[in-house]
């Protein structure tokens, strides 16, 4: 059985106190787009679960991977024969995309669905909380805003379906643990859900990612990413997540917009396209 993980994009993410457990409380919009890796897994002889990496390089050990971490939760809980399981990355990783926690939550759809599980919703979001704090909003798939340390999900009638979107991988991965050092937690006037009530047109200069200013500095050619996107006519660019990806919204998209973004990988495509929410 086949599945096919999306990616996802943070619009606008603030930072606003550091927890008691260690995490942080956050407040972003969270976007899914059709960026996908491609996911199989077949029942197998031997004693498996047996992992096949292909495509873009993933650092770690296999038994670091996310999708051997969701199956491990499920086996604990529920019989599972042996497996085969192939994961082809296509979404960088380290790029602040989300694809790793999109990997797992998969991970967990297809064990459920292939070996007919029945595994509820509430069982099902309690996994995916363990496997990382951005995965419970794979489970819907959907526009969404996030609060809490990103398990908090209120789903939004955000459409960006008219809009194409560009974004734009620079060959560095940041680590997510060390992106929170650099960041001073602070509440800022006024919601995010307001200001991306407005339309996107206005969201340059009112929609703020935190971690932009400490990673710019650190990484002075990721603003010029996003100053060359709004060169080439994007409305809205951002950092998503904590980087390295950066992320333009276009209402008519340059044919040779690859070309302005040397020595880094470039998606662009339609908002909507290959995302379906979860149980649809």
């Known amino acids: 059985m086949i599945c096919f993980p999306n990616a ?25 787009i059709g960026w996908c890796d491609i996911l199989e897994v077949v029942p197998c ?8 990496l292909t495509g873009t390089p993933i650092p770690g050990t296999p038994g670091e991977n996310m999708v051997m971490k969701a199956f491990s939760l499920v086996r ?12 082809h990355k296509v979404i960088p990783a380290g790029s602040g995309l989300g694809g790793g926690s999109a990997d797992g939550v998969f991970m967990l759809h ?6 007919g599980l029945s595994i509820g919703i509430d069982e099902m979001t309690s996994m995916a909380g363990k496997l990382g704090s951005d995965c419970p909003f794979f489970l819907r798939n959907r526009p969404a805003l ?6 908090r999900i209120e789903v939004v009638e955000t459409d960006l379906s008219s809009y194409t979107w560009v974004i734009v991988v620079p060959e560095i991965r940041i680590s997510t643990r060390e992106a929170y050092t650099w960041i001073t937690p602070a509440t800022p006037p006024g919601s995010l859900a307001s200001r991306i009530s407005r339309p996107v047109e ?29 060169n080439r006519g994007a409305v809205y660019a951002s950092l998503t997540g904590s980087g390295s990806a950066i992320f333009g919204l276009f209402r008519e998209l340059p044919c040779d917009i690859a070309g ?7 998606w662009a495509d339609h908002s909507g396209k290959g995302v379906r929410p979860m149980g649809d």
């Open 8 to 32: 996802k994009v943070n619009i606008g993410l603030k930072v606003l106190r550091r927890r008691a457990d260690g995490y942080h409380d956050i407040e972003s919009l969270l976007y899914p």
């Open 260 to 266: 302005s973004f040397p020595g880094c990988t470039v």
């Open 110 to 115: 297809l064990l459920n669905r292939q070996f």
């Open 146 to 151: 996030v609060t809490g340390k990103g398990d």
């Open 45 to 52: 002889e031997g004693e498996g679960p047996f992992l096949e």
């Open 202 to 230: 206005e969201w340059r200069g009112q929609v703020f990612n935190d971690f932009e200013d400490p990673v710019f500095q650190r990484f002075p050619h990721l603003p010029v990413i996003r100053d060359t996107l709004y």
């Open 76 to 87: 604990k809980h529920h019989p599972l024969p042996s497996c085969g399981i192939h994961l």
